[in-house]
């Protein structure tokens, strides 16, 4: 560890101090997933539609002491009927190896666009959630998240 | 491990009738991400739960695509509509071709 000091900045040596798993993912891991391939997907979901701000969601904590269990909560406003539902939610997250964390897909049968889980974070960075309703249009919000302790690779 | 995968679910066997419920479910699996390294430095390979689907008397309620973003052991709860007395079908979906199902009846009064 005291030979990568000189190369990781003060902070990233404490963190990765704090958590073996992060010393191992850190320096030696594939490259993590850039702000850019999380555009790339929200591209891919989007299309040419203008991806607009609200309507969804997203509940995550400041400071995750552990990355490897993260509690997200996502909720999208909708009646839910039949004419006007959620039809799918995209979880995208800009520092994992892999930034896809989760896409649920609602029918007009789910009362609620919404749902909670457990995900890993691997550092500290922002979760993207994407909601497309059923007449095209598409809403996002995003939320950082400082991880003490990362959630991949050891 | 993947014979130890047990799937819990926690949801009411009674409802009014268009009553809202929430149904938490847990399965018991390691969600190994393709990212780690066992001790001699190999890659331990990805094997994780890929899919998990909720239905009502055969009609799909909702589904998610997991990534190893997932955490072990993954969680999740969500909302359900008590429309009618029917069955209620969870299903999760290997990476191993391996499918664990939990079904509840569910009664309308």
Redesign the interface.
């Known amino acids: 560890m005291k030979a990568l000091t000189s190369a990781r900045t003060r902070r990233e040596v404490l963190v990765g101090a704090a958590g073996f798993a992060a010393i191992?993912?850190l320096p030696?891991?594939?490259l993590l997933a850039s702000g850019s391939e999380v555009d790339e997907l929200i591209k891919k979901v989007a299309g040419e539609k203008k991806v607009a701000e609200g309507r969804i969601s997203l509940d995550l904590p400041n400071i995750a002491e552990n990355g490897?269990?993260?509690p997200l909560n996502f909720d999208v406003e909708s009646p839910m009927t039949a004419e006007d539902h959620v039809k799918a939610v995209h979880i995208f997250?800009d520092g994992?190896?892999?930034p896809?964390?989760?896409?649920?897909?609602?029918?007009p049968?789910?009362?609620?666009a919404?749902?909670?889980?457990?995900?890993?974070?691997a550092k500290t960075q922002t979760i993207t959630a994407l909601a497309v309703m059923s007449n095209g249009e598409i809403f996002s919000t995003r939320k950082e998240v400082k991880v003490t302790i990362g959630?991949?690779?050891? | 491990m993947a014979a130890k995968v047990t799937p819990r679910v926690r949801m009411p066997a009674t409802a009014k009738a268009g009553e809202i419920i929430e149904v938490k479910t847990l399965i018991s699996h390691e969600m190994e991400s393709g990212q780690r390294k066992d001790a001699s430095g190999k890659i331990i390979p990805r094997h994780i739960i890929n899919k998990f689907t909720a239905t009502f008397n055969g009609k799909e309620i909702l589904s998610a695509d997991w990534h190893p973003a997932i955490s072990a052991n993954p969680y999740q709860s969500f909302s359900v509509r008590a429309t009618e007395s029917g069955l209620f079908v969870f299903s999760w979906f290997d990476d191993d071709g391996s499918v664990y199902k939990s079904e509840h009846q569910v009664t309308v009064s």
């Open positions: 191992v993912a030696a891991g594939p490897l269990v993260v997250a994992n190896p892999n896809h964390v989760a896409d649920y897909t609602f029918t049968l789910s009362p609620k919404a749902a909670q889980l457990r995900i890993r974070l959630g991949c690779g050891g």
